[in-house]
């Protein structure tokens, strides 16, 4: 069974940084696109960033372009989320997920919090 961490997570003023990871457990995490996921209070849950399994393609929403990189290791089986320029629009849970044709996997959550 495959399971998600996120960790990294935190309370940062505006204009700061963090490094969000996601560890994954069990093998063959270099076949699977990853992707960061977040979810305000009352919002639906969006899409923030993806890679592939090799990590040659990247996709970012456009609210985080030029401020968020979407990084993975696949020897430590690990997705990275670097989060620079952090806005307080930034504030949400953000997910983990792993996919591979059918299967889906998420992680639990990570806390990001942007004061003004």
């Known amino acids: 069974q495959v399971q998600l961490v996120e960790s990294g997570g935190g309370l940062v003023q505006s204009g700061g940084s963090l490094k969000l990871s996601c560890a994954a457990s069990?093998?063959?995490?270099?076949?699977?696109?990853m992707g960061w996921y977040r979810q305000a209070p009352g919002k639906q849950r969006e899409s923030v960033a993806t890679?592939?399994?090799?990590?040659?393609?990247?996709y970012y929403a456009d609210s985080v372009k030029g401020r968020f990189t979407i990084s993975r290791d696949n020897a430590k089986k690990t997705v990275y989320l670097q989060i620079n320029s952090l806005k307080p629009q930034d504030t949400a849970v953000y997910f983990c997920?792993?996919?591979?044709?059918?299967?889906?996997?998420w992680g639990q959550g990570t806390q990001v919090t942007v004061s003004s």
């Open positions: 069990g093998s063959m995490f270099s076949l699977y696109a």
């Open positions: 890679i592939s399994s090799s990590g040659g393609n990247t």
């Open positions: 997920r792993m996919t591979r044709g059918s299967e889906d996997y």
